[in-house]
């Protein structure tokens, strides 16, 4: 999971629907700065997860959630804009031994996720697509051409299957699919699936100046050297085009020496340097801050 989640191939997806992930040796599951880690609703005590979805976080949340689903191998996600949504679903079902007519693994599974689909859907006026991608443990030939393998049994070289599959109710929005590049060493072979789907992105921030970190010493050399030689000023033309040209070379040399912010989701414009101080200031001095500092140290003494 690390090296498929850190690979820098991986960023441009999308969406990264997940079966069986590996852990850390911390015993959770991989979480990246790029992603949204989505897990099953259903509340359980196992700690590895058989299904996750991680988001790109480039896709806005105000255009995607995460929704309930009654199973703990089976995540859902709605995608939506204003003229349609789109349910996807990531989906393990468990192998069933060889030669057994017990299937009931597929069908509780299935039956979570039309139920999911119901309630998802129901008094929605908008169009809605579904994409399920499942490791099924089972191989069906009308959902793959015969002979594109998904699976190699490390165990049994040569033993190969496609288990792995990802189905719609919209192929007509399928631009294409096909094995993924990489394995990542794994017996399974991720599929790559590109959809003509259209969310919402997060607008983008524009870049705000550090005014108050300018340097104005070399931002008043840069000018006067800009402007230099100085020339006499005679007709209103002349005036006309030297502000024009004090104001061009202002500008860029404000730009020019001037940091830009280190801007973050939660900036506000009004937070600045003296008032953080001033908070910090304030806290070590605040009397219930004071009174929680010694009541931590007496514990920690005790």
Not at 1 to 13: F, G, K, R, T, V
Not at 196 to 223: C, F, H, M, T
Not at 283 to 293: C, I
Request: charged share 25%.
């Amino acid at each position: 999971m690390e090296a498929l989640i850190n690979d820098p191939q991986s960023q441009d997806l999308d969406v990264l629907l997940i079966q069986e992930p590996s852990i850390t040796t911390y015993r959770t599951h991989v979480n990246h700065s790029a992603w949204r880690l989505y897990r099953p609703s259903t509340q359980t005590d196992t700690v590895r997860f058989r299904s996750l979805v991680y988001v790109n976080r480039r896709i806005s949340t105000s255009s995607h959630r995460q929704i309930p689903c009654d199973h703990p191998d089976v995540i859902a996600i709605k995608i939506w804009s204003a003229d349609f949504q789109i349910l996807i679903f990531s989906v393990y079902i468990p192998l069933v031994p060889l030669f057994t007519t017990d299937n009931a693994p597929a069908p509780l599974a299935l039956t979570a996720v039309q139920n999911t689909i119901t309630t998802a859907t129901q008094n929605e006026q908008r169009s809605k697509s579904i994409i399920l991608s499942s490791d099924f443990n089972r191989h069906h030939p009308i959902c793959l051409p015969r002979g594109t393998a998904t699976f190699w049994a490390l165990n049994n070289p040569g033993q190969n299957s496609t288990i792995d599959q990802t189905v719609t109710d919209r192929p007509d929005l399928l631009i294409k699919c096909h094995l993924y590049h990489e394995n990542y060493g794994s017996d399974h072979r991720a599929t790559y699936s590109e959809w003509n789907l259209q969310p919402q992105s997060k607008p983008s921030i524009k870049v705000r100046k550090a005014y108050e970190r300018a340097d104005w010493d070399r931002i008043g050399e840069e000018v006067a050297r800009q402007m230099s030689p100085w020339k006499d000023i005679k007709t209103r033309p002349a005036l006309d085009r030297v502000v024009e040209e004090l104001t061009s070379a202002t500008a860029q040399a404000v730009n020019r020496f001037t940091p830009d912010t280190r801007t973050t989701p939660y900036s506000k414009r009004w937070f600045t340097l003296d008032l953080k101080a001033s908070s910090a200031e304030l806290g070590r001095h605040y009397a219930s801050t004071t009174a929680a500092f010694e009541a931590m140290r007496q514990k920690r003494r005790a």
